[in-house]
């Protein structure tokens, strides 16, 4: 069993940056593939990143690659999402997920944090 909470998120201008940290409770998070997911009003959970338990595996949408980038601290029981060169788009309420599967898929995921959010103005 693990229990996620998300912060950082907060409201940037068009280009800017924030780093979205995931701190995870419970001694198997290192045993857990996680991802980052978000969700924009009207619309659909979408993928956003993964990495694997170990850290040396991840995956990203194609909306995200070359600016975002995630990471974990197994030590520190956290993950990370850096999201730089942010666009209008990307605003949404972005959540990250704990999982037994490597995958983009939203029903992969077992475990959830109250989300976080992220509004980048133009």
């Known amino acids: 069993q693990v229990q996620l909470v998300e912060s950082g998120g907060g409201l940037v201008q068009a280009g800017g940056s924030l780093r979205l940290p995931c701190a995870a409770s419970?001694?198997?998070?290192?045993?857990?593939?996680m991802g980052w997911f978000r969700q924009a009003p009207g619309k659909e959970r979408e993928f956003v990143a993964a990495?694997?338990?170990?850290?040396?595996?991840?995956y990203y949408a194609n909306s995200v690659k070359g600016r975002f980038t995630i990471s974990r601290d197994n030590a520190k029981n956290k993950m990370y999402l850096q999201m730089n060169s942010l666009k209008p788009e990307d605003t949404a309420v972005y959540y990250c997920?704990?999982?037994?599967?490597?995958?983009?898929?939203?029903?992969?995921?077992?475990?959830w944090g109250q989300g976080t959010q992220v509004t980048v103005s133009s």
């Open positions: 990495i694997s338990w170990s850290g040396s595996s991840t």
């Open positions: 419970g001694r198997t998070f290192s045993s857990f593939n």
């Open positions: 997920a704990a999982g037994s599967f490597f995958s983009t898929a939203v029903g992969d995921y077992t475990h």
